[in-house]
């Protein structure tokens, strides 16, 4: 199907390239690069109090009684808050709350688990703000999503209350590459090379077993209500998918919203993409109607 935004947007991503691997200059790329879709002027960072370091996102008119803890995406080496200003800040808008922004700590200068410890400190910062947990949804994008179940499991092992639902958008759940996607998904999604994801989950890692720290292999039983996005064309479309079907195969709910043609961070891009508006709506759909059952 001829799309004419995702050819721009495809051409735009492919004529950017990082100029090396190294992780300074992997930052200084990713930030240039979501620049493509310019930030409203009423989307802020205010630091909160957390002793991780955490933004509340506040959109006009939120709810601030509800919150999206918004973990952000990056391979757990790259992003921040303020990389991901625009989307979060839209994501919380259209589910009208307000959303914590955590910069977690990133590799490889914090191997695994340092992100997920900074995670679950920033929701049981939440919940001594007396925010309820049936008021509170975890989302996270790319390695924020699988950072996001990461939490969800770390959570319930520890018997805390489990936030009232969690939205991943296109989540890297399985460390070890197994998913079928890596391969037939692997030459056309240009933010994710197969290649890359293998010297990435070393610098994650760093020694620890890949299919042990991989969420996806876990005991998936007890979560909350999931939503799960992804594009049909991207490498971790699978990733996607059995996480689905592990948590439906335990008896919870999960949703998975798929998008044709869609690249892996098709929502960060609306500049070129009407389905990055549509789908970040749709998503916003689901985080509203379960958090509004909260008391």
């Not at 990713?30 to 205010?46: D, G, K």
């Not at 307000?98 to 939440?126: G, Q």
Request: aromatic letters at 8%; a negative charge; glycine letters at 8%.
């Amino acid at each position: 199907m001829e799309h004419p935004g995702l050819a721009e947007l495809l051409t735009y991503l492919r004529s950017n390239p990082p100029k090396s691997p190294a992780p300074a200059d992997m930052r200084a790329w990713f930030a240039a690069l979501v620049q493509a879709t310019p930030v409203p002027s009423e989307a802020r960072l205010e630091r909160s109090t957390s002793d991780v370091p955490a933004y509340w996102i506040t959109p006009p008119g939120a709810d601030t009684s509800r919150v999206i803890l918004y973990l952000h995406g990056g391979a757990y080496i790259l992003g921040s808050s303020e990389t991901h200003l625009e989307t979060v800040f839209r994501l919380a808008k259209c589910a009208g709350v307000r959303a914590l922004s955590v910069d977690y700590r990133l590799a490889p200068e914090h191997a695994w688990p340092a992100c997920r410890e900074d995670a679950v400190a920033a929701y049981r910062w939440l919940l001594a703000q007396d925010v309820a947990p049936s008021r509170i949804a975890i989302a996270g994008d790319s390695a924020g999503g699988g950072l996001t179940l990461s939490t969800l499991l770390a959570l319930r092992d520890a018997g805390l209350p489990l936030p009232g639902c969690a939205a991943f958008f296109s989540p890297w759940v399985d460390f070890t590459g197994s998913g079928d996607s890596m391969k037939t998904n692997g030459s056309g999604d240009p933010l994710v090379d197969p290649r890359g994801l293998a010297t990435m989950v070393g610098a994650v890692l760093q020694g620890k077993d890949p299919e042990k720290s991989s969420p996806l292999f876990a005991d998936l039983g007890g979560l909350p209500p999931l939503f799960v996005q992804v594009g049909t064309a991207e490498v971790l479309l699978d990733d996607a998918r059995r996480l689905v079907d592990k948590v439906k195969a335990t008896g919870g709910e999960a949703v998975l919203d798929v998008w044709e043609h869609m690249i892996h961070g098709f929502q960060a891009f609306p500049t070129y993409l009407p389905e990055a508006i549509s789908s970040t709506e749709r998503a916003a759909d689901f985080l509203r109607a379960h958090l509004a059952r909260a008391s």
